[in-house]
């Protein structure tokens, strides 16, 4: 996958965390950016989410100019922007596309897409009585979980223990 998220000469450090919802993906993730950012990792994220989502208020400004038809809204402040896009009749953009928005960086995680083409952890949890993705899934490189399991060759992380799992992301997508 293309990504402009990369320093100029470097290939893309893209992965994923995929599983069912309600397994912890979004905790896990913010367990591990300070761990990364404190590697001097730069990181960035991709969520999917599988639903229509807001980020705006009613009667804020920018939401009464989306709402007025406007294709894009770009807010901007001292100590961030957003630019928000709607897709009107649009398809949904890919992975890929999305990528190809982010500025430079070292890696990116992407939360969702659990059926996209790249690198995977799975997270599962036993308790949430769903299966497990990587037996169908070729992409899925290791399995984060709460529980002791075989996983046929591929790596087990503690779910309970973001360093080793932080460990693990270093030594496979950054220090490669």
Known sequence: MKSNC???????????????????????????????????????????????FDIDRPGKDSYRH?????????????????LMHEL????????????????P???????GFKRADIPKIEIWREANGKPMLYPQDPNIIAVACDNEIECRGLPVLPLNDPASIAQFILKRFVND
């Open 105 to 111: 960086c070292d890696l990116v995680i992407v939360e």
């Open 66 to 82: 989306r709402e007025a038809g406007a294709y894009e809204v770009l807010i901007t402040a001292n100590k961030r922007w957003v």
């Open 88 to 103: 009107r009749d649009e398809e949904e953009p890919t992975l890929e596309q999305q990528l190809e928005k982010l500025s």
């Open 6 to 52: 990369q320093k100029e000469t470097e290939v893309p450090k893209v992965f994923g965390f995929a599983g069912f919802s309600g397994v912890g993906k979004t905790t896990l993730i913010e367990q591990l950016l300070p761990i990364l950012i404190g590697e001097g990792v730069r990181v960035s994220v991709i969520k999917h989410a599988h639903h229509e």
